[in-house]
Each structure stands twice: as C-alpha cells, then as structure tokens.
C-alpha cells in the first residue's frame, strides 16, 4: 500500500512524466507513450476530483458543454502549452505556452475550492 503523500501526488508526476517526455522526445512511439501517459494522468486525476466534489448537486451549474468535455478542458489547455513550448520554441510560442499553461492553473485552483478529500461517516450511507 503507498502512503498518501505519494499516493495524492501520482497523477500530477503522471502528467509531468507525460509533457517532459514529450518535450524531450523526437520518436514517433516515445511522443504516443508520453501522450498516453499524460491523458492517464489526467484521466486518475479527473476521478479524483469527481470523486472529492463537496458542493451540493443543486447548487451545480449546468453548461452547455459535456461533462466529459468540461472535466478534460484544464489539462487539453496544458497539453496545448507543451504542444506550443515543443513546436514553437522562439518567437511568440514562448508567450502562448505561457498563457495555457497558466489559464489551465487556474481552472484547476478554482475547482480545487469545491473538492476536498475527506472520509465519510456510516450516517452519511446508511444502507452501507
């Protein structure tokens, strides 16, 4: 069994073992690799969140885009950096990978608000 710090801190090394490789890597299978590994990271991460939500589902907005959509969107936005900082390495590539990245921060600092890791009491299930 891994202790929770490492266990809290496996999707993100996930996602940074994913961008660095991509960065770093020229092979067409190397940058497939590290594609996947960045959208498992992100997919375990995305569970997680759904999974701590703490806020009531009526007090829920309802968007016009699907769940699944909204759920990626932070990590397509970092995703779109790296893709910038790997392509685009002078001249205003710089400055867009920057703003992706620092936007995809953000959306997920703002969810963060409502998701919180706690363990739950046998009055919260009764039927368990």
């Known amino acids: 069994m ?6 809290e801190i496996l999707p993100v090394s996930y996602m940074l073992i994913g ?4 960065l770093m890597l020229d092979q067409g299978y ?3 690799f590290s594609l996947v590994i960045f959208t ?3 997919k375990i991460y995305t569970m997680r969140s759904q999974n701590r939500r703490t806020d ?4 829920r907005k309802s968007g016009t885009l699907p769940r699944s959509v909204y759920d990626a969107t932070p990590f397509v ?3 779109l950096a790296t893709l910038v900082f790997k ?20 959306i997920l600092a703002r969810r963060s608000s409502n998701r919180h890791h706690c363990a739950h009491s046998a009055q919260e299930y009764p039927n368990i």
């Open 40 to 42: 498992l990271g992100a």
């Open 77 to 79: 936005y970092l995703l």
């Open 87 to 106: 392509l685009l390495p002078s001249g205003i590539g710089p400055v867009i990978g920057i703003v992706l990245m620092t936007y995809s921060v953000y």
């Open 2 to 7: 891994l202790t929770k710090p490492i266990y």
């Open 56 to 59: 009531p589902l009526k007090k």
């Open 19 to 22: 961008a660095t490789s991509l």
């Open 30 to 32: 190397a940058i497939v």
